[in-house]
């Protein structure tokens, strides 16, 4: 039993699927993650597939500063997106909302909204970012999922220490060694969104 | 004897325990000829297997009543269907068992479509019915075509019995019967030129959109089985007759190998083409290479 679920756990990160999901974005970030999967950086090399349907999705990518209008899409898609999941928030607009901050069409950032796993933060992110926070977000995917199902992370921690990075990648033929680029990558919230913030409490 | 070596036949080979992992290695080899033709790497060995698990063990939305019911069935229908289809295939010479006929195996082959377009308007989605609209439009298209075919491989023989055409050496009037049913593959494992009922880009997943978790990984399952057993059945009528087992279920493997391969390669080379365009190319430029392999091999037939 216990090795049916360590197999799960290692599918679920093995195979995220991911549903892309436009929330006012002015399409930069879209472009940069549909750029993700082209040849140059090739995402199928962690099993991505990028799915039509939210129903058969790990992984919600949003990217865009959440317009008020986007924000009941937003709970229906996060609705319809079968458990386990995880959200990753691509691009600095829904982690801060970025230069949009203060406009009165917005009800940003994202995280009031659903619960945010991983940001990845840049306007707009590198691929190889893009690739590596969808990479962290399988990898919280497969830990919730053991403890979902009352296992102790202690399974797991020994493949998590063994594989926290996409290292599995081999460097395709006509881009770099994506593994070179990927360790000179920001993996959380980017220091900029800290000085606004603590620039807003101060104001 | 019969039931034993009937089960045989289902459950080991060509059957289930050969016919699982050879849907997940095609459906690998699919994926990963279609990268290495576009400059990328791909997806690892093991991914389809992967992708089954992670599905199996994740939640489904909630169904209720008779349309739920009959969503969650119609994945299993196919299933079964698909299994059947390939348990059938004569692939060991003289065998024994259970013996199906050419029109039981096209029945079998033709259900897990059914299903699709079932599943489809069962949904009660807007993309999901539009796909499965598609895959109707695309069924009638390509089955006049597939149909004939199998006739003209049939009358040139004979016999509609599996076994028979099996053992039979085979006749230029075959091998164009055997390309007009390659011809149709495309369309009846919806690859992409004619990729129509489940286009991405355009209506989400079609008839799967509203899918999820294990029912969705026994689609994907029923789906690596029609490719077992579409291949299969070219890859019998295409094989030379062979005395040795293990000859047969090697030349059976390698010519399946080699039409998956195939078809990948049309997969990435072409774009997928409008429904209009589609039913044109089955009924006015197909059509007639099929009904000249009927009509000769009447025409054969008759004058022997």
Partial sequence: MN???????????????????NSGSCNGCDIELVAALSPRYDAEQLGVRLEGSPRHADILCITGPVTKNAVGAIHTVYGQVCGPKAVVAIGSCPATTNVFIDSRTLDGPLQKHVPVDVFVPGCPPRPDAIIQGVAKAAQILAERGARREGEAVAALAIESGADANPQGLKPSEKGDALSARLKSCPDTLC?????????EEQR | MNLITALARFLIFPGLLFAIPAAWFFLWVERKSVALMQGRVGPPFMQPFFDFVKLMAKGTPPRSGIAGALMRAWPLIALASAAGAVGLLPVLPASGGFEGDLILLLAL???PSMCIIAAGFSSQSIFGEIGSAREAALSVSYNIVFLLAILSVAASQHTF??????ALPSSP???LGVLAIIVCLPAKLHLNPFSLPNAEQEIYSGPMTEYAGPELAMWELSHGLEWVAATGLVATLMAPQLGAWWLAALVFVALSFAIVILLSAIASATARLAIDTTVRFYWQCTLIFAVLAISSALFVRYRL
């Fill in chain 2, 161 to 166: 019995r599996l076994e028979a055409l099996a």
């Fill in chain 2, 173 to 175: 009037l075959r091998l």
């Fill in chain 2, 109 to 111: 082959l033709e259900l």
């Fill in chain 1, 3 to 21: 090795l049916l679920r360590r197999l799960i756990c290692y599918a679920r990160r093995r195979s995220p699927w991911l549903f892309h999901m």
């Fill in chain 1, 191 to 199: 220091a900029a969104h800290d000085e606004r913030k603590t620039a």
